[in-house]
């Protein structure tokens, strides 16, 4: 009977570690699927998750040519490049009203126009002479950028807008009505702490309770502690180590278990599956029993 037992223990094992390789591989497509709809619904803000490593290597070139004191602040300081972000606009305007000025010379006629904003001027120095007109222009534009993103980092929504301005009589920086930008080209990179987890992220002790069925199928109730789990540093790998305390009026046993978390990181739940082994503190470490664990997370 005892033989029947175990086999049906290893059985049981063995249908939930084929359930969490399952479970791993259905979690990875849906997220890749996630993230591509949701860039996708981006548009034309073409935004990509890329690693920390690799965005600052793609635009070396661009932080080596900033000016020597920002450069000696990012070493000092060892300042990482989050995001980067290049967008083109279309400006459309119109410009009807103004100060013309007219200039009668021997043989010429100077014409001087002047937009009531100041933003454009328009020289010629002679209306007889084609080709040596001079158009100037000073315009000032108000760069408006919005950055939203998920817990970890790995969805990003980019919004920017730009908008002409001018200041007024009174010193005030006005919109100016008639002015329209459009987007019309913008790739926005950025990257995520979940790509530049650090191996010591694992540590990340949790108090846990639940319960264990072992080879005689007997239900016993369990608390402990996780005190490492693989998920904080790889994505997906929400493996983790715990001791255990399962209480018994008879014998107490102590043990040590693995347990891994079906639904992190796309949906964040208390509870895991896992395998433990202990031994009774009446016979400690001469005799050792395997369970199959409900696990419970007591704090996050």
Excluded at 45 to 70: F, G, M
Excluded at 80 to 103: C, E, I, K, N, P
Excluded at 123 to 134: F, Q, T
Excluded at 145 to 170: C, I, M, P, W, Y
Aim: aromatic residues 8%; contains cysteine; hydrophobic residues 40%.
């Amino acid at each position: 009977m005892i033989e029947k037992l175990k086999t049906v223990a290893i059985v049981i094992m063995c249908v939930a570690i084929i359930v969490l390789v399952y479970s791993i591989q259905h979690q990875q497509q849906i997220h890749s699927k996630q993230i591509i709809e949701l860039n996708a619904k981006l548009g034309i803000s073409q935004s990509n998750l890329i690693a920390a490593d690799d965005l600052a290597k793609k635009y070396r070139s661009e932080l080596d040519s900033l000016p020597p004191p920002v450069v000696k602040i990012i070493k000092e300081e060892k300042l990482v490049l989050r995001s980067r972000d290049s967008s083109v606009f279309q400006v459309d305007g119109v410009a009807t009203t103004g100060t013309v000025q007219t200039t009668s010379k021997k043989d010429a006629i100077e014409y001087v126009w002047t937009d009531n904003l100041h933003r454009f001027h328009l020289v010629d120095s002679n209306i007889y002479v084609p080709g040596d007109e001079l158009f100037t222009y000073t315009q000032n534009f108000r760069l408006k950028g919005l950055v939203f993103k998920n817990a970890d980092g790995t969805v990003q929504l980019r919004k920017v807008e730009l908008r002409e301005v001018h200041r007024d009589k009174s010193g005030a920086i006005t919109e100016i009505p008639d002015s329209k930008s459009t987007l019309i080209d913008s790739q926005f990179e950025y990257e995520s702490d979940q790509i530049t987890k650090n191996i010591n992220d694992i540590w990340h002790p949790k108090l846990i309770a639940g319960a264990s069925v072992g080879q005689e199928l007997q239900p016993k109730f369990l608390v402990g502690a996780e005190l490492v789990n693989v998920g904080h540093f790889l994505d997906y790998a929400n493996i983790g180590a715990n001791i255990q305390v399962k209480p018994d009026w008879e014998a107490t046993e102590l043990g040590i278990g693995l347990s891994y978390n079906l639904l992190k990181p796309l949906l964040d739940t208390n509870l895991s599956l896992g395998i433990s082994v202990s031994t009774p503190s009446n016979n400690l470490a001469n005799q050792w029993n395997m369970y199959v664990d409900a696990i419970f997370y007591l704090t996050n």
